[in-house]
C-alpha cells in the first residue's frame, strides 16, 4: 500500500485552486493529471531579464524590466493596425509598446495614459524608434513583482508558462519531507541536495546537480525495482534441468556451432540445471545463430522429461520458427505444435489437451499462450524471441505458467547498449553472440538519392531476370496528404506495371492469414519482389533474397535501417541493401546513412541510434524521441543508469533490502515512481 505521507502528491490535479474541468483538459494533453505530475514537468528552458533604468539601444535583443510613464495611445487608420503605446522611462526616452488584434482594447485598459507601470519583454528596433511587441508583463510598481529569471514550461494549447509555474507553486506547498533513499557517500561525492529541495529548486532555476539528483531517483527507483523482482524469483523454486545429450546428439547441424554459440549454451544449461530459475538476456546481431542456441536450450528441457515454450511477437514469425523447428527436428521424437490468436475451434482445443497432458513437448505461438486458459504439464523454459515487444508484466505473467517458475531466456536481435540494457533488463543475466556463422557474407550498403529512381528500377530488372528474389520497404501503407512518404500500395502498383505479378504486397494492415500467404508463396519463389511495410523488419528467412531496397531511407532509425539490412545475405549469393533518401537530407540523416554505409556491426549502430533517437524507440514502447523514463534523459541515463545499478545492488544485497533502515525511504521511492510492482513482487513471493 502506497505510504500516507505521498498522498497529497498522488490527489487529482483538480484539487489545486483554479484547476477546474477547463483547465484541466490542456493539462491532462501534458499527461499532467495529478499533483506529482506538476512536480516532474520541468521547465525546458528559461527566460533571462535585465532590469534598466534607462532605455539603451545596447539591450536590443534582450529581455528588459523598465519602468515607465504612459505618455500616449497611437490607434492606426484602419481596423487591422497595431494599436501603438508610448512610454517614458525616468530619463526622457521613449519606448513604443506595440499591440496587435484583440488585444488592443486590453491594452489600453491596462496602460492608461497618465500611469506608471513596470513593463518587461524583448527590447527590439522598429526603424529609429525602441519598441517592445506584446510585453510579457504589465503590472503596478510594487504591486507584483517579475523575475529575472522565469521558466518555460513545455505547454499545450490554452496554457502558458506563468499559469503552469503557479500550478507548480501549489503542487510544491504539498512536498512532504521524506527520508533520504539515495546511498550517502554518493549524495555527499555529488553535493546533490535533499529530494524536497531539489523539486523545489528544479522550477525556480538552472542547475545541472538538481536535475542529475531528480533524474538519478527515477533509475534508482527502477533498478531497485528490478533487483526486487529479481531477489523474489530466486527465493522462488523452479525445476533443475539437466538433459542428457540425446536429442541434442542427434541434431544435424549444416556447419558447425560457433565459438560465441558453445560459450552461449553452456552458459543457459548451466543456468538451467540450478533450481533457480534462469532470467537471461541473449543479444545476437542479425544472423548471429540464437535460433540454434534455442533449439539445444529446448532440446534439453525435452530430454528432462519437461516442456518448452517458444514466443515470438508476431504471426509470421511464430509460423517461421515452427516451421524451421520442424525441419531441424525431423526424425526425432520431439512433438512441436503451434498457437497463435488465429487458432480456434477443435486445433485450439487439440494444442490445449496436449500442453495439459504433456504430449506436446515444445509449443511455438505469440501473445496468445499468455492467456489464462492455456495449461502445462510441466512448463520448464520458456524462449521469448524479441524481447522489446514484449513486456516486464508479461514476463511475471509468463512466471506463474509453470508448476514452478519456469527458466526464461529473452532473445534480441537489436543490440542494446549496455545503459539500456540495464534500464529495460536490469533484473537479467545477459549473455552476447559476438560472432558470425560461416557462411553469411557481408551486406553491401549503398545510399542513392530518389532521383535515380527509374535508373534503380532498371538494375532491380537485371537482378530478379537472374532468378534471384528482391524486398521494397516503404515506410506508409497508402498515401496521406499529411506526408510525402512513398506508400506500399502506390509503390506495389507502379512496380507491378514494369514486372507483373511476380510482385507481391505485404503490410501490417492485412489479415494473419492472407500475410501468411503472401510471406510463404514469396519464401517458395512463386513471387519475386515484395514490398512491404516494416513488417518484415524482424526475423523474415528468404535465403534467395539477396537485394532489399529500402524507400524514404532517411526517414528511418539505424537500428531499424539494420534489422532491414539483415533480411538479406542469408544465402550463398553476394547481397545488397540499397538505402534510397530524398533529394534534401539533413546533416543528421546523412551522418546515419554514412554509418550505414560503413559497418555491419550491430553493436556499434545501436549506440549511435541511441544518441540520434533516444531509449523509447529503440525498445520499440514509445513514439521517434521518448524515453520510457518521465524524468531522466537518454544522457542522464546513460551516466547515471550504472550508478543506480550498483546503488540498488547495494541495499539489496549488502543493506538489508526495504526491510533496513535505508530500505523504508527507498520503499517510498519506488511508491512514488510508480515501480512499486517489485514490492508488491516481494510480497507476494
Not at 515501480?675 to 510480497?683: E, I, P, Q, S, Y
Amino acid at each position: 500500500m502506497r505510504p500516507n505521507i505521498l498522498n497529497p502528491l498522488f490527489a487529482e490535479i483538480e484539487t489545486l485552486k483554479g484547476v477546474g474541468p477547463g483547465l484541466a483538459k490542456p493539462l491532462d494533453r501534458l499527461g499532467l493529471k495529478r499533483v506529482k505530475d506538476l512536480l516532474y514537468h520541468f521547465p525546458s528552458g528559461w527566460t533571462y531579464r535585465k532590469a534598466v533604468n534607462m532605455l539603451d539601444v545596447a539591450d536590443v535583443g534582450q529581455n528588459i524590466i523598465v519602468t515607465l510613464a504612459i505618455a500616449q495611445h497611437r490607434s492606426g487608420g484602419s481596423a487591422r493596425s497595431p494599436l501603438r503605446i508610448l512610454g517614458v522611462d525616468g530619463e526622457g526616452n521613449y519606448l513604443t509598446l506595440t499591440f496587435f488584434g484583440r488585444t488592443a482594447n486590453w491594452a489600453k485598459k491596462q496602460l492608461p495614459v497618465g500611469a506608471t507601470r513596470v513593463i518587461s519583454g524583448k527590447l527590439e528596433r522598429y526603424g529609429d524608434e525602441l519598441q517592445i511587441v506584446h510585453p510579457d508583463h504589465i503590472a503596478e510598481p510594487g504591486h507584483a513583482s517579475v523575475g529575472l529569471v522565469e521558466p518555460v514550461y513545455p505547454l499545450s494549447e490554452g496554457l502558458t508558462s506563468n499559469r503552469l509555474h503557479a500550478l507548480a507553486g501549489q503542487a510544491l506547498e504539498r512536498v512532504p519531507e521524506l527520508e533520504e533513499w539515495i546511498e550517502p557517500s554518493l549524495l555527499a561525492e555529488h553535493r546533490w541536495p535533499a529530494w524536497s529541495t531539489a523539486v523545489a529548486q528544479v522550477h525556480g532555476k538552472d542547475e545541472e546537480a538538481v536535475r542529475d539528483r531528480l533524474a538519478y531517483d527515477e533509475l534508482f527507483a527502477n533498478q531497485l525495482a528490478m533487483r526486487l523482482v529479481r531477489a523474489a524469483l530466486d527465493k522462488r523454486r523452479g525445476t533443475a534441468v539437466e538433459g542428457d545429450g540425446r536429442l541434442v546428439g542427434q541434431l544435424r547441424l549444416p556447419f558447425a556451432l560457433t565459438g560465441a554459440q558453445q560459450r552461449v549454451i553452456s552458459e543457459i544449461e548451466g543456468d538451467m540445471a540450478q533450481p533457480r530459475p534462469m532470467l537471461r538476456l541473449l543479444q545476437g546481431d542479425v544472423g548471429s545463430g540464437k535460433t540454434m542456441v534455442a533449439l539445444h536450450a529446448l532440446l534439453r528441457a525435452v530430454e528432462a522429461g519437461k516442456q518448452g515454450a517458444f514466443l515470438a511477437p508476431t504471426e509470421i514469425l511464430a509460423r517461421q520458427h515452427y516451421a524451421n523447428l520442424q525441419a531441424s527436428l525431423a526424425g526425432l521424437p520431439v512433438n512441436v505444435a503451434i498457437l497463435t490468436g488465429r487458432d480456434k475451434g477443435r486445433v485450439r482445443e487439440s494444442v490445449l489437451m496436449g500442453l495439459a497432458d504433456g504430449s506436446i513437448d515444445i509449443l511455438v505461438g505469440t501473445h496468445a499462450i499468455f492467456q489464462e486458459a492455456v495449461t502445462y504439464r510441466s512448463l520448464a523454459l520458456a524462449i521469448i524471441d524479441e524481447q522489446h515487444r514484449f513486456g516486464v508484466s508479461q514476463r511475471l505473467m509468463l512466471s506463474r505458467k509453470g508448476q514452478g517458475v519456469p527458466h526464461l531466456l529473452v532473445m534480441t536481435a537489436t543490440p542494446i547498449p549496455r545503459s539500456l540494457a540495464l534500464a529495460a533488463y536490469g533484473e537479467m543475466d545477459t549473455s552476447r553472440l559476438d560472432e558470425m556463422p560461416p557462411g553469411r557474407t557481408p551486406v553491401e550498403t549503398r545510399v542513392i538519392s530518389e532521383e535515380r529512381l527509374p535508373e534503380l528500377v532498371d538494375g532491380l530488372a537485371r537482378h530478379l531476370s537472374s532468378g534471384q528474389q528482391a524486398f521494397w520497404v516503404c515506410p506508409l501503407v497508402e498515401e496521406s496528404e499529411r506526408s510525402e512518404l512513398a506508400a506500399a500500395e502506390q509503390r506495389a502498383a507502379m512496380l507491378r506495371q514494369r514486372f507483373g505479378d511476380v510482385v507481391a504486397l505485404v503490410h501490417g494492415r492485412m489479415k494473419g492469414p492472407e500475410k501468411d500467404a503472401v510471406m510463404e508463396a514469396f519464401a517458395a519463389g512463386k513471387t519475386r519482389l515484395l514490398v512491404a511495410t516494416t513488417v518484415i523488419e524482424v526475423g523474415v528467412d528468404v535465403p534467395n533474397a539477396s537485394l532489399i531496397v529500402v524507400e524514404s531511407a532517411d526517414r528511418f532509425g539505424l537500428a531499424q535501417l539494420h534489422q532491414l539490412r539483415g533480411r538479406v545475405g542469408r544465402g550463398a549469393a553476394k547481397s545488397t541493401c540499397i538505402l534510397v533518401r530524398a533529394a534534401q537530407v539533413s546533416e543528421t540523416a546523412r551522418a546515419r546513412l554514412a554509418l550505414m554505409r560503413e559497418t555491419n556491426d550491430g553493436f556499434r549502430i545501436a549506440e549511435e541510434d541511441l544518441k540520434l533517437r533516444g531509449a523509447g524507440e529503440m525498445l520499440g514502447t514509445r513514439q521517434s524521441g521518448d524515453s520510457p523514463f518521465r524524468v531522466a534523459t537518454d544522457e542522464q541515463v546513460r551516466r547515471w543508469i550504472g550508478a543506480a545499478s550498483d546503488d540498488a545492488r547495494l541495499l539489496v544485497d549488502r543493506d538489508g533490502g526495504l526491510d533496513g533502515p535505508r530500505g523504508q525511504a527507498a520503499r517510498t521511492a519506488l511508491y512514488l515512481f510508480e515501480r512499486d510492482a517489485g514490492v508488491a513482487t516481494l510480497r507476494g513471493g
